[in-house]
């Protein structure tokens, strides 16, 4: 795909932000008060808490992402339940994106981003249920090298008889409070649901 | 993930920024990977 091929309206401005939907993994300390929003793809940095998050990309590095032509920038989503595509989501949230956003058929690729709202997911239900997941997680799986899987009470039953390693567990609730306090944002409202059908 | 093709290019500058007003510490300290476990 050229730049000379697409024929795009370039260049629209704005002065609001694009609200939209995305998931992230997440990592975190040994206690698990400390943790961190880490994208699913592209370079691997952790989201900063309290500065915007900046695109980048990794196989130009002599284009400014999102560049039109490229499939860089930070990723989000117009429907929620696109994202049960996600590879292993651990977060899911609202995003705020601004600066250079490329608009897509389903979604955005953008050049700064901040969270909005955010909620730990069990990604077995998410990839299940999408947004209508019933259930909430109770535990956080902390694996080497500080990667958190947050699990509902069925899929942590279910993960143990199916010989889920899990060599650190803590409770679900304050990994999600340190989360939010982190980033000082607020939950997202439980079940998602309606908020996001509005 | 597949987001279809592109559309348009949109330029934003929000009048305010969609940061937190009390952002919490900023220090980037990096989270430490464990100690490797010793093989059996």
């Known amino acids: ?198 | 993930m597949d987001i279809g093709r592109p559309q348009r290019i949109i330029e934003i500058e929000p009048v305010s920024l969609p940061l937190p007003e009390d952002a919490p510490d900023l220090d980037p300290e990096p989270l430490v990977p464990d100690p490797a476990e010793p093989r059996p």
């Open chain 1, 1 to 198: 795909m050229s730049a000379q091929r697409l024929q795009l309206e370039t260049s629209t401005s704005s002065v609001e932000p694009v609200h939209a939907w995305r998931s992230w993994t997440l990592a975190g300390s040994r206690d698990g008060s400390r943790v961190r929003l880490m994208p699913i793809a592209g370079n691997g940095r952790p989201w900063p808490p309290g500065l915007p998050a900046a695109g980048s990309c990794t196989r130009h590095r002599t284009h400014k992402a999102p560049h039109v032509a490229c499939t860089c920038g930070l990723h989000a989503v117009g429907d929620p339940d696109r994202l049960r595509q996600a590879r292993d989501p651990a977060v899911f949230g609202s995003v705020a994106l601004w600066g250079r956003v490329v608009e897509h058929e389903h979604g955005f690729r953008a050049e700064l981003g901040y969270p909005q709202r955010l909620r730990l997911v069990c990604y077995l239900c998410f990839s299940l249920w999408g947004t209508h997941a019933p259930s909430e997680c109770s535990v956080v799986v902390r694996h080497r090298g500080g990667r958190m899987v947050p699990l509902c009470e069925p899929h942590r039953e279910l993960s143990l008889r199916y010989g889920y390693r899990m060599r650190t567990t803590l409770p679900a609730r304050p990994i999600e409070s340190a989360l939010l306090s982190t980033y000082a944002v607020d939950p997202l409202p439980d079940p998602a649901w309606g908020f996001m059908a509005a």
